[in-house]
């Protein structure tokens, strides 16, 4: 009935860096070739892509267009290689920039005189999209070119930080700077720490948002969401991800070939009932965990019967994500000595960012022990961290 | 930060019928043996099970346990069979509803003395769950048992009905009942009607619910939301189904194989910005779409890439689903007729609980026409329904 308040109704709060960006920048993008990396995520508080308002605009020349993972329209599937191809709607050459190419090539950029960026991050270290961006500061840098990221919000909000700066030598494309697992940035304020801190000194200008604070998590902004990638559905997906997006790296389902991906996980040899009563019992701030059990239509344990728990996120201020995420394995890890693993392709030590929190779980070393580990490093990490906080 | 309103920390401000049942029927359950059909999604406001709940009180003797599709513990995928075994954790028997027996046994009734129903309703009249409690209506009826219900909220709220009323020719398993498509009645008024209206006349108990206000959607209760079935992810999920719930009976993907099920539709053949900008051209009330493409990793189109629409519910109240999917579906019907095709299983028309629906899409009627053939019908129900509402 009308008179119920109701959540979708409401006007977006935020505006993102798409929509103030012609009104705040049509003099400098007047009559230039553009190059937008972008996917479907890249749209205005009217859900409009990205790529259509810039095509559409007489002023602007769209000339290139570059996709990440999955695609700038969004389509394959994780790790799938992502072809170059012609855009159906402008007529604009596409470029993967997920496949052998992860960087623009001079040959990619030779039509392009600004390279602008649009993807929606989701605050999480091992997450591709800010490495692309990375890869693309450092290509517009060699080739002489100015690179404009169109800021967004952090779906977790902005204020949290949290979990092991990466490690230099554990560097890979699920983690290539040292910055902590949960950054509590937006990718702006991060193109300009990559910028600086790690030496690509590109032309680089952060187009920003209006009216988000760094309190608002992503529901707060009244954006659509744009889900930024086929298993990362919902803004609850972004707030348990730098939990179990660590489970990856072990012979647990992450719920992938679920509809609930990251807020499912477990395994055949899990007995749901007692992993929720041993989490439960550690009372771990802002969350609760649900007996539950799923069959994965793809992905690890396919078509197998799966029995762990789902994580309910009760209070997204007071959860701590890389505790929660470190509990849940060191849990099984200590509950199913014979049956868990950590992947023999060392993609936990990557995604971990360092090889000690591995061996501290298999020598049965306690969750805080890890924690107060990289305490000191993380406070330094937010000390650096606030030079670049535009908001 | 402490200060930001945070939606999932705050209390629930419903109590459902397992929060209300022991201290409200306590006498009356004294001593019984008890038989409890539910479902993973039958859970008290801190997502203690009712399995748990009636098998820990010292007052209740739980006898027998009865699952529905996917299982006590919701672990079966969408159309398997769910055998019958012991409850690991209680010991007590498992019967299953949705193999071949989807009625209790007397055999299996033999140790029950109350028979009672605890699962969580979508409010669409194609979702099987309320069929499984027909059927243990009648059951108990013919074994001389009483019958108790305990009561839940409708997702998508307790005002809103619409679409055609169920034709007796067309009934089956997804509609045995002339009900709407959307009835907007809680799964205990809907035991009520079922019971007088279509002549059961079971000796039958609704366990209400506290503080649940009709123009409540589930959000709106605060309670937390366990999926009732693994496509059934979200609350949006829940408002989307009675749309996109009918394109199941035809070749186009409802998005079953991806994270965003019924919310995500398309198929190869559609070009994904033409039904955007065709279905957004239409001004639909409470709903946008927006081009999407996806690869489902199971279901229709398994492992190919599809091009459709991702509607976004932009407004619960305005939004009109059984027109919305009408739309969809004649749109794409008249957009592609070498290629859309309704299903040769005659599905569709057991969704739609018609034949003529089909027909008149086939014919190119408009949708205003299709809805006007069922208004006075539709009508006829709402006075019926009044008389079996609780809140």
Tied chains: 1, 2.
Excluded at 36 to 61: F, M, Q, R, W
Excluded at 134 to 141: D, I, L, R, T, V
Excluded at 214 to 241: A, G, H, Q
Aim: charged share 25%; proline share 7%; glycine share 8%.
């Amino acid at each position: 009935s009308p008179d119920s308040k109701n959540q979708t109704a409401k006007k977006p709060k935020v505006q993102t860096g798409i929509d103030t960006l012609l009104p705040d920048y049509k003099k400098q993008l007047k009559g230039k070739r553009i190059g937008l990396i972008t996917n479907p995520a890249g749209v205005n508080t009217s859900l409009k892509s990205s790529v259509d308002i810039l095509y559409e605009n007489p002023d602007i020349k769209l000339t290139a267009l570059f996709g990440p993972e999955h695609g700038v329209r969004g389509d394959a599937q994780a790790g799938d290689e992502v072809g170059s191809y012609i855009d159906e709607k402008t007529g604009v050459p596409v470029y993967s920039l997920y496949g052998k190419t992860k960087k623009p090539t001079p040959e990619m950029l030779k039509n392009v005189d600004i390279l602008m960026f649009d993807i929606q991050d989701v605050g999480t270290r091992f997450y591709t999209y800010i490495y692309t961006m990375a890869y693309a500061m450092e290509a517009a840098k060699e080739n002489g070119i100015p690179f404009m990221v169109l800021d967004r919000p952090n779906p977790q909000g902005g204020n949290h930080i949290e979990g092991p700066i990466l490690e230099p030598e554990y560097a890979s494309f699920v983690g290539l700077y040292p910055i902590p697992l949960k950054h509590g940035m937006t990718i702006g304020e991060l193109a300009s720490l990559f910028n600086k801190e790690f030496s690509i000194d590109a032309d680089l200008t952060v187009v920003k948002m209006k009216h988000w604070k760094r309190k608002m998590d992503f529901d707060d902004t009244r954006l659509p969401f744009v889900l930024p990638s086929p298993n990362m559905p919902t803004v609850e997906s972004t707030f348990v991800y730098p939990a179990t997006g660590l489970i990856e790296g072990t012979n647990i389902s992450e719920g992938r070939g679920t509809t609930k991906p990251f807020e499912l996980i477990g395994a055949p040899f899990i007995k749901s009932t007692e992993l929720e009563e041993t989490l439960n019992s550690l009372h771990l701030p802002g969350v609760t965990f649900r007996a539950a059990s799923f069959t994965p239509t793809f992905s690890k344990h396919q078509g197998t019967l799966c029995h762990g728990v789902q994580l309910y996120v009760t209070d997204r201020d007071k959860f701590e994500a890389v505790k929660t995420g470190l509990s849940v394995i060191k849990t099984i890890h200590d509950l199913y000595p014979e049956d868990f693993e950590f992947l023999s392709t060392g993609s936990f030590d990557k995604l971990a960012g360092n090889g000690w929190i591995r061996t501290k779980i298999e020598n049965g070393t306690s969750v805080e022990n890890i924690i107060n580990s990289y305490e000191k490093t993380l406070q330094q990490f937010s000390k650096t961290r606030k030079k670049y906080l535009i908001y």
